[in-house]
Every structure is written in C-alpha cells, then in structure tokens.
Nanobody, 116 residues
C-alpha cells in the first residue's frame, strides 16, 4: 500500500490561489497515473487533474486554464496549483495514485474552502 499525504488546504477568497502538495511513500517510477480528485458536499468524487506514466496531463473542463498539476519525481511529490479559485471549487481534495496493474491508493483528503 502506498501512503499518500496531502498538505493542509485552507480558506481562500474567490479569485485567490492555493497550492496543494501530495507526498508519496514510494517513487513514481512504474506508476500508471497520479492525480487529484475532489468531492463537494452532496456530490460524487470527481477527477480534477492527473498525470499519466507518459507524462501527459488531463484536466476537468471546469478547472482548465486555472489549475496546474505537476510532479517532482526526485522527491516523490505531486502538486496542484490552483489559481482564480471560485466558490464552486470548494471541496475535499484527494491525492490519488494508480500502480501498474490497477492497484489504487488515496490520501486522507484536505479541505479547500473558497469564499465569495
């Protein structure tokens, strides 16, 4: 089981920025994908952004142009830079890792609240 630990989220005003980080207990070498998901109250968990083993990135339409996912492979860290945050971005954000073969790990989640 891979351990994933997210940084603390926080409260930010609309239009503000926040960067989340995720520390993994193992190297990203041989990983299928790493990514960020979020879950707002009363809604299903949804993909925010992910990086595949080829280095390609995918973003939810709602965050394209505002959020950026990056990885520091040397430090086993993944980041989510969130700019121009809006109240609809309020959610618990989860770090996710999928190993080759499909085994999946999740972080504990971190709350991001955007006030209007």
């Amino acid at each position: 089981q891979v351990q994933l630990v997210e940084s603390r989220g926080g409260l930010v005003q609309a239009g503000g920025s926040l960067r989340l980080s995720c520390a993994a207990s193992r190297s990203f070498f041989g990983i299928e994908t790493t990514g960020w998901y979020r879950q707002a109250p009363g809604k299903q968990r949804e993909l925010v952004a992910r990086i595949t083993h080829t280095g390609s990135t995918n973003y939810a339409d709602s965050v394209k142009g505002r959020f950026t996912i990056t990885r520091d492979n040397a430090k086993n860290l993944m980041y989510l830079q969130m700019n121009n945050l809006q109240p609809e971005d309020t959610a618990v954000y989860y770090c996710n890792l999928v190993q080759l073969g499909g085994f999946e790990s999740w972080g504990q989640g971190t709350q991001v609240t955007v006030s209007s």
